[in-house]
């Protein structure tokens, strides 16, 4: 007797359960999916967290977000293609928009921010609202937030103190013109591939080094397939937190304001995590095996200013050379 109300109990609670599920879920009118390929230790997506969490709580539930990390939604130019075809919601995502809009390149010249306080000036003031029209205009993707990333480095199994010293090396690079030919002008043979391939491929000798801000470097555990990192900190730059135009446009003005300032909190919850990451991650990273190498980077700065200034769109030439002249 005693067992079986046990399993009588154990069954109700079930039963309580799976209620409770399906009415939060039915609570909700809109669910967004955000995709992105940063894992779960990331900053990117515990602000993605944060933003589910402040927007769910500002519309009482109405508009629920379900993020998925490491790519598990997709690519990131199958997300961007998802949204302006309607099945994705939202992604984080910065450079690769310039195949669409070209002013989304100035996300990541090389050697164009000289500081963190420089990017930020130019990604919040005229200059970056003029990114942000472009990109909703000709992508059809909307930036509510950005979130700062840290320089981007080269790894390798070898220490490389300049360009001279890159032999033709195979190097993945994101799918984006401009890091083409930049790595192609310092003598690297840059290969584009999607991040979710580059563990394997290094692994397997398809390429022989990548270049990513270290906090990608550690949440991929390259660390297992590259021993240095080469502090070349040829880009600084910011990503954004995006969502579809055609869902942005199908919100109420009232819903619209919560999804900006859930954006809003999550940007900051975003640099809080970044700044007290960065150091954090170079001492698990040299703790792992890997070895920081400094190098000229005033070499590598010199030797891809006029591949840069060549390979961006003639609509933001211009503005490319005034942030080096700056």
Same mark, same amino acid.
């Given at each position: 007797m005693i067992t079986l109300n046990r399993r009588r109990f154990a069954a109700l609670a079930m039963a309580c359960l799976t209620a409770a599920s399906a009415l939060t879920a039915s609570a909700a009118e809109l669910t967004l999916k955000l995709g992105h390929l940063a894992n779960e230790q990331n900053s990117w997506h515990k602000a993605s967290l944060k933003f589910a969490e402040e927007l769910e709580q500002r519309t009482q539930g109405r508009i629920a977000v379900e993020v998925f990390p490491n790519d598990s939604l997709g690519r990131e130019m199958d997300l961007i293609n998802g949204m302006q075809l309607g099945t994705v919601e939202m992604t984080i995502t910065g450079e690769s928009l310039q195949n669409w809009a070209p002013m989304a390149a100035l996300l990541a010249i090389p050697y164009a921010y000289r500081s963190l306080e420089h990017m930020d000036e130019v990604a919040a003031g005229e200059i970056g609202e003029k990114i942000k029209a472009q990109i909703i205009e000709r992508a059809q993707v909307r930036p509510i937030a950005y979130f700062a990333r840290g320089p981007r480095n080269l790894t390798a199994n070898r220490a490389i103190t300049n360009p001279g010293e890159?032999?033709?090396?195979?190097?993945?690079?994101?799918? *984006?013109?401009?890091?083409?030919?930049? +790595?192609?002008?310092?003598?690297?043979?840059?290969?584009?591939?999607?991040?979710?391939?580059?563990?394997?491929?290094?692994?397997?000798?398809?390429?022989?080094?990548?270049?990513?801000?270290?906090?990608?470097?550690?949440?991929?555990?390259?660390?297992? *397939? /590259?021993?240095?990192?080469?502090?070349? #900190?040829?880009?600084?730059? +910011?990503?954004?937190?995006?969502?579809?135009?055609?869902? +942005?446009?199908?919100?109420?003005?009232?819903?619209?304001?919560?999804?900006? #300032?859930?954006? @809003?909190?999550?940007?900051?919850? #975003? @640099? /809080?995590?970044?700044?007290?990451?960065?150091?954090?991650?170079?001492?698990?990273?040299?703790?792992?095996?890997?070895?920081?190498?400094?190098?000229?980077?005033?070499?590598?700065?010199?030797?891809? @200013?006029?591949?840069?200034?060549?390979?961006?769109?003639?609509?933001?030439?211009p503005i490319v050379e005034d942030l080096f002249k700056q």
């Amino acid at each position: 007797m005693i067992t079986l109300n046990r399993r009588r109990f154990a069954a109700l609670a079930m039963a309580c359960l799976t209620a409770a599920s399906a009415l939060t879920a039915s609570a909700a009118e809109l669910t967004l999916k955000l995709g992105h390929l940063a894992n779960e230790q990331n900053s990117w997506h515990k602000a993605s967290l944060k933003f589910a969490e402040e927007l769910e709580q500002r519309t009482q539930g109405r508009i629920a977000v379900e993020v998925f990390p490491n790519d598990s939604l997709g690519r990131e130019m199958d997300l961007i293609n998802g949204m302006q075809l309607g099945t994705v919601e939202m992604t984080i995502t910065g450079e690769s928009l310039q195949n669409w809009a070209p002013m989304a390149a100035l996300l990541a010249i090389p050697y164009a921010y000289r500081s963190l306080e420089h990017m930020d000036e130019v990604a919040a003031g005229e200059i970056g609202e003029k990114i942000k029209a472009q990109i909703i205009e000709r992508a059809q993707v909307r930036p509510i937030a950005y979130f700062a990333r840290g320089p981007r480095n080269l790894t390798a199994n070898r220490a490389i103190t300049n360009p001279g010293e890159l032999n033709r090396m195979r190097l993945r690079v994101p799918n *984006v013109p401009l890091f083409v030919d930049t +790595w192609t002008a310092l003598g690297a043979q840059p290969t584009p591939m999607a991040f979710s391939e580059v563990f394997t491929s290094l692994q397997n000798g398809t390429i022989d080094g990548q270049e990513n801000p270290v906090a990608l470097i550690q949440t991929a555990s390259l660390n297992e *397939v /590259q021993s240095h990192v080469n502090l070349t #900190e040829h880009v600084r730059s +910011w990503i954004y937190l995006t969502i579809a135009e055609q869902v +942005w446009q199908g919100l109420s003005e009232e819903d619209q304001g919560h999804v900006m #300032e859930a954006a @809003r909190i999550a940007q900051e919850y #975003e @640099r /809080q995590q970044f700044l007290q990451d960065e150091d954090a991650i170079r001492a698990d990273l040299e703790a792992k095996g890997m070895t920081f190498v400094e190098v000229d980077q005033k070499a590598f700065a010199d030797a891809s @200013r006029e591949a840069v200034i060549k390979s961006v769109d003639e609509s933001i030439r211009p503005i490319v050379e005034d942030l080096f002249k700056q």
